[in-house]
């Protein structure tokens, strides 16, 4: 089984649409949940860190359920700059503080 | 401004040949890693280094070697052994230890073999 999975998609949506994309993790042992966007041919860059009891950054809400093994992002009022894939990515120290990554959820902002 | 380097951004390599792929960083991390990606696919982690002088295998070591003599460098060196080089190449820092330590990651080195 995989450490992360994530619906790949590709998700289209329209301008100001609200998308949600959902992530589970196998390993009950993970202690630290992240979300990154990578563009196209970049690198990974950190968009926000997910705590137990939810963050929200500007547009972007990120939720955690330690019971259920589950990890959601939240994009409200979704801008054409918002397309990009996400990477839902969590760590655990017990494993050198390895990062575990998620093959990623394609988005697309259509005008 | 701190932050981590790869180069060369873009490397041919023939068929047989080693090549090394540079990552250097100046934030001070303790902890560096290597991952390749491939098109439409996740990273999968090639070494990661949790100090000077050690350096563990990851999910897909095999065909390629590292070294970490300094803090601040972690080199890849993609051997001949690696039979399907061809990949977009990504190092990335963190601090070893600690609640919500994120990884920092270059601008990655596009190998393509000719």
């Known amino acids: 089984r995989k450490e992360v999975e994530q619906d790949p998609g590709p998700f289209n949506v329209p301008e100001g649409a609200t998308v949600a994309f959902n992530c589970t993790y196998s390993?009950?042992?993970?202690?630290?949940f992240f979300w990154y966007r990578q563009d196209c041919r970049k690198e990974p860059k950190l968009l926000m860190s997910?705590?137990?009891s939810g963050n929200e950054d500007g547009r972007f809400t990120a939720q955690l359920n330690r019971a259920s093994q589950y990890i959601s992002l939240l994009i409200r009022d979704s801008k054409l700059s918002d397309s990009a894939t996400y990477l839902c990515?969590?760590?655990?120290?017990?494993?050198?503080?390895?990062?575990?990554f998620g093959t990623g959820t394609s988005l697309t902002v259509i005008p | 401004d701190g932050g981590i380097t790869q180069s060369p951004k873009y490397l041919f390599r023939k068929e047989g040949q080693n090549v090394t792929l540079s990552c250097e960083q100046n934030?001070?991390?303790?902890?560096m890693y290597w991952y390749r990606q491939d098109p439409g696919q996740g990273l999968r982690l090639i070494y990661y280094?949790?100090?000077?002088?050690?350096?563990q295998k990851g999910d897909i070591a095999e065909g390629y070697s590292v070294s970490r003599e300094k803090k601040e460098s972690f080199p890849l060196t993609v051997t001949s052994a690696q039979k399907n080089p061809t990949a977009f190449y990504l190092c990335?820092?963190?601090?070893?230890?600690?609640?919500?330590?994120?990884?920092?990651f270059g601008q990655g080195t596009r190998l393509t073999v000719v």
């Open positions: 990335a820092s963190s601090k070893p230890r600690g609640m919500n330590t994120e990884a920092f």
């Open positions: 390993n009950s042992a993970s202690q630290s």
């Open positions: 997910v705590y137990s």
């Open positions: 990515v969590v760590s655990r120290q017990n494993t050198g503080n390895q990062f575990y």
């Open positions: 934030l001070n991390h303790d902890a």
């Open positions: 280094s949790q100090i000077v002088n050690d350096f």
